[in-house]
């Protein structure tokens, strides 16, 4: 149960980082092995800077999409379209260093929810949560609300070129 001094709205960024730190669980690290079966290898600080997921949830009852950015720009889906289907594809080259570049912006400190303090407002909006090594950065489709500028890129160009949807 929820606590009562609890939003509708603030619970989603915090199921969206739950989900997110649970599938860190089988992180693959330099030398292959997944962590989960053992790996004794770690991530460089590169890959893990390059690394990016999104986490998305249409309102309090749709379900949870997941789509999970590799540095290398590897990338899968889960449930992206809404549709329950999980889906796997790469970035080209252009896409994987425009993430990168966008990744680096030393702006996106300062678009982290913490930096923000950033509250989730709509109820029934699509809530699109990037989990990044600069923290997490939430935004909602609703009217009114402007998307952080260089986390607003990120996702746009994930959008594009992966089955995630940017809005409703």
Same mark, same amino acid.
């Given at each position: 149960?929820? =606590?009562?001094?609890? !939003?509708?709205?603030? &619970?989603?960024?915090?199921?969206?980082?739950?989900?997110?730190?649970?599938?860190?669980?089988?992180?693959?690290?330099?030398?292959?092995? !997944?962590?989960?079966?053992?790996?004794?290898?770690?991530? !460089?600080? &590169?890959?893990?800077?390059?690394?990016?997921?999104?986490? *998305?949830?249409?309102?309090?009852?749709? =379900?949870?999409?997941?789509?999970?950015?590799?540095?290398?720009?590897?990338?899968? /889906?889960?449930?992206?379209?809404?549709?329950?289907?999980?889906?796997?594809?790469?970035?080209?080259?252009?896409?994987? *260093?425009?993430?990168?570049?966008?990744?680096?912006? =030393?702006? #996106?400190?300062?678009?982290?929810?913490?930096?923000?303090?950033?509250?989730?407002?709509?109820?029934?909006?699509?809530?699109?949560?990037?989990?990044?090594?600069?923290?997490?950065?939430? !935004? *909602?489709? /609703?009217?009114?609300?402007?998307?952080?500028?260089?986390?607003?890129?990120?996702?746009? #160009?994930?959008?594009?070129?992966?089955?995630?949807? =940017?809005?409703?």
């Amino acid at each position: 149960m929820v =606590p009562p001094q609890w !939003s509708r709205a603030s &619970v989603v960024p915090a199921l969206a980082v739950l989900t997110v730190a649970l599938a860190g669980c089988a992180m693959v690290d330099r030398d292959g092995g !997944s962590t989960a079966e053992g790996g004794r290898g770690t991530p !460089s600080p &590169v890959a893990t800077a390059n690394r990016v997921s999104l986490v *998305q949830k249409l309102g309090d009852d749709g =379900p949870l999409r997941t789509l999970s950015i590799e540095p290398d720009g590897r990338w899968e /889906c889960d449930d992206c379209a809404g549709d329950g289907v999980t889906s796997t594809g790469s970035l080209d080259a252009e896409q994987v *260093q425009r993430l990168h570049g966008l990744l680096a912006d =030393p702006r #996106l400190a300062q678009e982290t929810d913490q930096a923000r303090r950033y509250r989730a407002s709509c109820i029934d909006a699509l809530t699109s949560s990037l989990v990044t090594s600069t923290g997490l950065i939430t !935004s *909602q489709d /609703c009217p009114g609300e402007e998307r952080p500028a260089v986390a607003g890129e990120i996702l746009l #160009l994930l959008t594009q070129a992966t089955p995630a949807e =940017p809005t409703r």
